[in-house]
């Protein structure tokens, strides 16, 4: 399964805030160059991670939008289901877009949704207990292991 574009950058662009934190408000302008992200499409998703009460915005001179809530504090499951909905590998097994499978007499003794439940339940699980903070984090030490220098010197 796939998160959509609209995941995609709207982690990328929850990063950015919490890497700079201490900068406060951040214009949309300088996040979408910063991030690469089309400006007209970063409005909606910030609009909907503000409307999900990760973010908070102010209008004028020095506003722009900011973490409302510690990157400590949210989850990156919580993220996703601002953006995306529930997070299902088939229709059978949504909360919020369920339908019935076509080809499925019986939801209960189906192996396809009982094998596919229980990846539901791992990918929650990992989603739900994953952080934002902690998302940054193993950003910053990949990208420092990648970075490292070796010595030979003797």
């Known amino acids: 399964m796939l998160i959509s574009k609209k995941s995609t950058y709207g982690i990328k662009a929850l990063m950015n805030m919490a890497r700079h934190l201490e900068r406060g408000q951040v214009l949309i302008s300088e996040l979408a160059q910063e991030e690469k992200i089309p400006k007209k499409f970063l409005e909606a998703i910030l609009l909907a991670l503000k409307n ?4 908070s915005s102010r209008i004028g001179k020095g506003g722009g939008y900011s973490l409302a809530v510690s990157p400590k504090s949210v989850t990156i499951g919580r993220i996703i289901r601002i953006l ?3 997070f299902a590998p088939v229709s059978c ?3 919020t877009n369920y339908a019935k499978c076509d080809e499925c007499d019986d939801e209960a003794s189906c192996g396809i949704r009982l094998v596919l439940a229980d990846v539901q339940k791992a990918m929650n699980s990992v989603l739900d207990t994953v952080t934002l903070a902690e998302m940054v984090e193993r950003s910053e030490a990949a990208l420092q292991a990648g970075r490292k220098v070796y010595d ?3």
């Open 152 to 154: 030979y010197s003797i």
């Open 84 to 86: 995306e909905g529930d």
């Open 52 to 55: 999900g009460g990760i973010l």
């Open 93 to 95: 097994l949504s909360e």
